[in-house]
């Protein structure tokens, strides 16, 4: 993450679920079938300060645990 280090990108705003919904349509590709992943969002933009390649970092390496860890059936 970037705790104190200056943003380069001081002032970017994302668009949450846009920005997931992108993500997670490339995610479910690689996903194994015995994970199934599921996001909930409010229908309207969600504009949240920093850079989203950050939230990008947090989501794939949650589901690369859940990948990792999650034995199958």
Do not use: C
């Not at 490339?26 to 994970?35: S, Y």
């Not at 989501?59 to 199958?72: C, D, E, G, Q, S």
Request: hydrophobic share 45%.
């Amino acid at each position: 993450m970037a705790f104190g280090r200056e943003d380069a990108e001081a002032g970017a705003t994302f668009d949450l679920p846009g920005r997931l919904k992108q993500l997670i349509s490339m995610i479910r590709a690689a996903l194994p079938a015995f994970i199934s992943l599921e996001v909930r969002h409010p229908g309207h933009p969600m504009i949240l300060p920093g850079d989203a390649t950050h939230l990008d970092q947090v989501v794939i390496n949650l589901v690369h645990n859940a990948i990792k860890f999650t034995p199958p059936d």
